[in-house]
């Protein structure tokens, strides 16, 4: 089955620094890559997605990239603020079934 | 807004208990899931299912069952609870055809003593 690896399992950064985390997934059918993000005692979220055919997606301070070839994709946070504090999630889906990465404590720093 | 509702926010059964666990969703999705959430491990599919009656087995299915008699609800089932079934479930749901996003409900918080 797929297998999603995601790193850095924890991360601190301070306010208005950038954030990057990334996941890799084996399964090569796999087409769409949300992120979720959980913030402390609430549910997951999607903060943005990205689908296999689109290599590159933002939302203002939020980005996604895709690297087929290599199989990983990464969230990308710039001029981060308190607020962006949680846990985030990658996840993969192939054909039917979803797999999720094991989640980054992100913390930033005021 | 797209609304998941689970049965309990926390749980506290004895070993060997039955245990059913509810979620119910009230925007017609066809798609719904099963997750177990514990520290250092992230979501772990325990079962989905993607139509009234269907599941289909995820990761982690040993020692649960799914029931979906009806569209809007998916319920998780503990045959015979056990301590290591100790976590944080979370439920959600998605639109399907071809829609992902998936809409997680609040979780519920089970200790089995």
């Known amino acids: 089955g797929e297998n999603v690896e995601q790193h850095p399992s924890t991360l601190s950064v301070q306010e208005g620094d950038s954030a990057v985390i990334k996941c890799t997934y084996s399964?090569?059918?796999?087409?769409?890559f949300p992120w979720y993000k959980q913030e402390l005692g609430k549910r997951p979220q999607l903060i943005i997605d990205i689908r296999s055919n689109v290599g590159e997606k933002k939302d203002q301070r939020i980005a996604v990239t895709l690297n087929k070839t290599a199989k990983h994709f990464s969230l990308h946070i710039t001029e981060t603020q308190p607020e962006d504090s949680a846990v985030y999630f990658c996840a993969s889906w192939g054909y039917q079934k979803v797999t999720f990465g094991t989640g980054t404590k992100l913390q930033v720093i005021p | 807004d797209v609304k998941v509702t689970q049965s309990s926010r926390y749980l506290v059964k004895r070993t060997g208990e039955k245990v059913f666990l509810e979620c119910v969703q009230d925007?017609?999705?066809?798609?719904m899931f099963w997750y177990r959430q514990d520290p250092g491990l992230g979501l772990r599919l325990i079962y989905f299912?993607?139509?009234?009656?269907?599941?289909e087995k995820g990761d982690i299915p040993e020692g649960y069952s799914v029931s979906r008699e009806k569209k809007e609800r998916f319920s998780l089932i503990l045959e015979s609870a056990s301590t290591n079934q100790t976590s944080m479930y979370l439920c959600?749901?998605?639109?399907?055809?071809?829609?992902?996003?998936?809409?997680f409900g609040p979780g519920t918080r089970l200790l089995v003593l």
């Open positions: 399964d090569s059918a796999s087409n769409y």
């Open positions: 299912s993607y139509d009234v009656k269907m599941k």
């Open positions: 959600a749901s998605s639109p399907g055809s071809g829609r992902e996003t998936q809409y």
């Open positions: 925007m017609d999705h066809e798609n």
